[in-house]
């Protein structure tokens, strides 16, 4: 076959995305210490940007915000123009969001109530500083506290007790037996790992305390090499369970922390700075706004542009003028966009957690990012955006938007219950529990079944863990020192 040169004529079709809907894209995703940096960065590379002052200057856009009947109000000034809209939804769509009487029970004291999320900074506590404050009261004698604090301070910054306890016997003039009782006395403190000395034994410590270190997963565990090597088939094998089990084993394996002391004497916790402000209206539903002091108010600075115009003679001075301003005005439509498709979710959100805001935890509803989405007539990836680190302040705390997205069990109504008003469930039942008569997964798994949950022993262990609620033994011995 001869090869010869030719030229052919294709047509293809690609999706582009200029570095504006790039940019735009960011912003939508971005913290409000993001923005904060990103406009900082702005105003140092735009000399046409000013920050606005407190009353907003004529043509700047108000914060958006919703009233009882869910019509949205905003001053853009560009209402002339095409509006930045990722997803070619109507930015000016009204919500639908009704007149609930949000907020009317909001009284402490009902099961399920979460306890409002106070935002404040802790000062970094150490590691030892974390271990030491609870010996006092896990301790049976005060020779055992005096052993375990000493191994404390042998720990490293993972948790991990390297020295031998014959070592610490000897160095310490003790007994090898009051040795090992103090460092099961460490490996029972708070997080649960800390006092092993290898990675087996960490996680076999964090899989007893949510009393799930059965023969499988012991196997599992005493194997942790054969699951960093990915031989599961051989490890399916060994622990006798079929393909559905060995992969909710590996699951549980992986949200085990192999470094719990890790937590400790590194960054504080920061300060949240709601975005969205939730509160009951006059007339009867709510009022929904965004927090203005967590919006960048960017205006142009007329005075300026003018005094530059005047002063541009050449054709380049013009061209770098009109850039400078194209810029101006596309980022302070772009944040005005940012803030009301915000809004817009946060108001679906508030429309379909309505049981959340009237009665507390036990009425969050399961609810997913395309439920959303396709309300507002957005895609499901802009809700997923928007939602992450966006904080709301209602009057039962501030709560991340993600929280109101969960994931649903079974009911015997068949409409099903969210994962946060199983967990409030254990812990109403938990909390509730005497000392004499400390429920076991198996009898939490009984009286949720008798309530209508239909859930498994393994998702009442997972979830008991997931809220930092020991084990029945944990609990009983806690509860006896604590004099319940």
Not at 72 to 91: F, I, M, N, R, V
Not at 332 to 354: F, G, M, N, P, Y
Not at 398 to 417: I, P, R
Request: proline content about 4%; overall charge negative; glycine content about 8%.
């Amino acid at each position: 076959m001869a090869l010869s040169p030719r030229l052919d004529l294709r047509q293809t079709q690609s999706l582009v995305m200029t570095p504006q809907l790039q940019q735009a894209i960011k912003l939508l995703a971005a913290s409000n210490l993001e923005i904060e940096s990103f406009v900082a960065e702005a105003l140092d590379e735009n000399p046409l940007l000013k920050l606005g002052d407190d009353t907003r200057e004529s043509g700047e856009p108000d914060a958006p915000t919703t009233d009882p009947a869910g019509e949205e109000h905003s001053s853009d000034p560009g209402d002339g123009e095409q509006a930045l809209d990722l997803e070619a939804a109507d930015p000016d769509r009204d919500y639908d969001t009704g007149d609930a009487d949000w907020g009317a029970s909001s009284g402490s004291g009902s099961i399920g109530e979460l306890p409002s999320l106070e935002n404040h900074s802790n000062d970094d506590v150490t590691l030892a500083e974390h271990l030491e404050s609870q010996i006092g009261a896990a301790s049976y004698s005060p020779g055992e506290a005096i052993i375990a604090t000493y191994i404390v301070g042998l720990l490293d910054e993972a948790g991990y007790l390297r020295d031998n306890p014959g070592q610490i016997a000897a160095q310490l003039g003790a007994s090898l037996e009051e040795v090992e009782d103090a460092l099961l006395l460490v490996q029972s403190l708070d997080p649960t790992g800390v006092g092993a000395r290898s990675l087996s034994e960490c996680l076999m410590l964090q899989a007893k305390e949510a009393d799930r270190y059965d023969p499988c997963m012991a196997r599992l565990i005493d194997n942790l090499d054969l699951v960093a090597r990915g031989e599961f088939s051989r490890l399916k094998r060994m622990c006798d369970v079929d393909d559905e089990d060995f992969a909710d084993m590996l699951a549980e394996l992986r949200e085990y922390d192999p470094k719990p002391g890790c937590r400790f004497g590194t960054d504080s916790e920061r300060a949240v700075t709601p975005d969205v402000l939730l509160s009951e209206a006059r007339e009867g539903g709510w009022d929904i706004a965004l927090n203005e002091e967590t919006l960048p108010r960017l205006v142009v600075n007329r005075s300026y542009f003018l005094e530059l115009r005047e002063g541009a003679a050449d054709k380049e001075s013009r061209a770098w003028l009109k850039e400078k301003v194209a810029d101006a005005n596309w980022l302070i439509k772009a944040l005005d966009q940012r803030q009301k498709t915000i809004l817009k979710v946060s108001a679906e959100i508030v429309k379909q957690q309505e049981g959340f805001f009237r009665q507390g935890v036990s009425e969050l509803k399961p609810l997913t990012l395309r439920t959303v989405a396709d309300a507002i007539e957005m895609h499901e990836s802009t809700v997923s955006r928007v939602t992450s680190n966006k904080y709301l302040h209602c009057a039962r705390g501030t709560f991340e938007l993600k929280y109101f997205f969960t994931s649903g069990v079974g009911s015997a109504d068949g409409e099903g219950a969210s994962s946060e008003s199983v967990k409030a469930r254990i812990k109403a039942l938990t909390d509730a529990e005497e000392p004499k008569k400390i429920l076991s997964d198996d009898k939490l798994v009984e009286i949720l079944k008798g309530e209508g949950f239909d859930i498994a022993r393994r998702t009442v262990a997972k979830y008991r863990e997931a809220m930092g609620i020991g084990s029945s033994v944990q609990r009983r011995r806690a509860k006896k020192l604590a004099g319940i």
